[in-house]
């Protein structure tokens, strides 16, 4: 039985769990096509994560995850590289090449810091707008990032000038 209070993905090493992925159901509209699949990571020990993943235009998101013990917020940053490989080989994205032995984090792209990154945000947060998708996925696809770190990012290049002001000023 589980007594533990939180599951610990950093703390598991990667033959400790299974990971299965099976789609769920997938919409078409033209050529483009949205995904999503069920994916479950089990333990010997009884610990379960369960995901449900979306695969658009080369990007993924995660739309639901249940676990049992729960994740903590690290946790939750590290179980995108538990499932990573198998989401991407059954989403036909093919996995991601890297070092065979490599920490218990991946690399995010290269994306520079300082004024140059502030621009680019500033012109994957346009381009985004201009097409008519949403401007903080296309912003979190291009660096890598998080929600929460892309938000970052935008309001840095917002602060910068590169981007109108979110509220008008009174």
């Given at each position: 039985m589980l007594?533990?209070?939180?599951?610990n993905l950093?703390?598991?090493?990667?033959t400790d769990g299974v990971v299965s992925v099976w789609p769920a159901w997938e919409v078409r509209e033209g050529e483009s096509a949205t995904s999503w699949f069920d994916v479950r990571l089990e333990f010997g020990d009884g610990a379960r994560v369960d995901?449900?993943?979306?695969?658009?235009?080369?990007?993924v998101s995660l739309e639901d995850v249940r676990a049992q013990p729960a994740l903590s917020l690290d946790d939750l940053a590290v179980l995108a590289d538990w499932i990573e490989?198998?989401?991407?080989?059954?989403?036909?994205?093919g996995p991601e090449p890297g070092p065979e032995v490599a920490g218990p984090r991946r690399a995010?792209?290269?994306w520079?810091?300082?004024i140059e990154g502030r621009w680019l945000v500033a012109q994957e947060y346009r381009a985004a707008q201009e097409e008519g998708v949403d401007?903080?996925?296309?912003?979190?696809?291009?660096?890598?990032?998080?929600?929460r770190k892309s938000l970052r990012l935008i309001a840095q290049a917002r602060d910068a000038g590169y981007l109108t002001p979110r509220?008008?000023?009174r």
């Open positions: 007594e533990a209070s939180f599951l950093s703390d598991r090493c990667p995901v449900l993943a979306v695969v658009a235009e080369g990007c490989g198998p989401l991407a080989e059954a989403s036909g994205l995010r792209p290269a520079p810091r300082g401007p903080v996925l296309a912003v979190m696809c291009a660096t890598g990032h998080s929600r509220h008008a000023r």
